[in-house]
């Protein structure tokens, strides 16, 4: 009788997660019909894709097709199955948060730098109009000869700072990007591993916007209506 009850209740279970599953794909697939047919790369949840440039936007007819291609049944109905316990969206949501925190502490660096070299620039400028007023008329074309050149090599100091600062900020993100691929892809999401081809990056983006916007359905504890 317990092996009975056992049983039934099993069948119950795969029941439910065939009901929930087929629901969750069936919410996919609205889903997808809502999306742009030729999409513009651009970030895999927010993160800029890796090598720091925007992706070119998929524009040509035999890209859309493979792009809708890709967003096949198969891949939908594996991603389906992959949200069915609600573990995918709790690591999304935290992978999202740990992105904005860095993108906000970046973006304050550099800031930060922006108004160093805003301060240095006003300074130089004041010390080079009170040498100017100090000196001697016979002596200024000498003077503003050697402060030209000073300002030239702040001004190509600056320029490298910000070089450097961009660098970082790319390698930056470049790893997030890495970090949210290899998480997902040991979540078991379809169509996540680290890749830097456009393509895949467009089909990642994509397939995270589908699951972002299932929670904001609140599709992830399958009792709201999907």
Do not use: W
């Not at 890796?50 to 890209?63: D, E, H, I, V």
């Not at 949501?93 to 800031?111: A, C, F, P």
Request: charged fraction near 25%; proline fraction near 3%.
């Amino acid at each position: 009788m317990e092996r009975y009850a056992g049983a039934l209740e099993e069948a119950m279970d795969g029941a439910r997660q065939q009901e929930r599953h087929y629901q969750l794909l069936s919410a996919l697939q609205g889903l997808v019909k809502e999306l742009p047919r030729c999409v513009a790369a651009g970030r895999v949840g927010r993160a800029v894709p890796r090598g720091g440039r925007a992706l070119s936007p998929l524009t040509a007819p035999s890209a859309c097709s493979s792009f809708q291609q890709r967003l096949s049944y198969t891949t939908l109905s594996d991603l389906a199955l992959a949200l069915l316990d609600g573990t995918v969206f709790e690591i999304v949501q935290g992978l999202l948060e740990i992105q904005h925190l860095t993108e906000k502490s970046l973006y304050n660096q550099r800031l930060r730098l922006q108004n160093e070299h805003r301060v240095l620039r006003q300074a130089l400028r004041q010390k080079h109009q009170e040498a100017q007023q100090a000196c001697r008329p016979h002596n200024l074309p000498v003077l503003q000869a050697a402060q030209q050149r000073e300002l030239e090599a702040v001004e190509h100091r600056i320029r490298e700072e910000q070089r450097a600062m961009d660098q970082k900020i790319v390698l930056e993100l470049d790893r997030k990007v890495a970090d949210q691929q290899s998480t997902l892809e040991k979540a078991g999401v379809a169509g996540f591993y680290v890749t830097t081809n456009p393509q895949e990056l467009t089909l990642q983006m994509n397939l995270l916007e589908l699951i972002r916007k299932l929670q904001q359905r609140g599709c992830q504890t399958g009792k709201a209506a999907l």
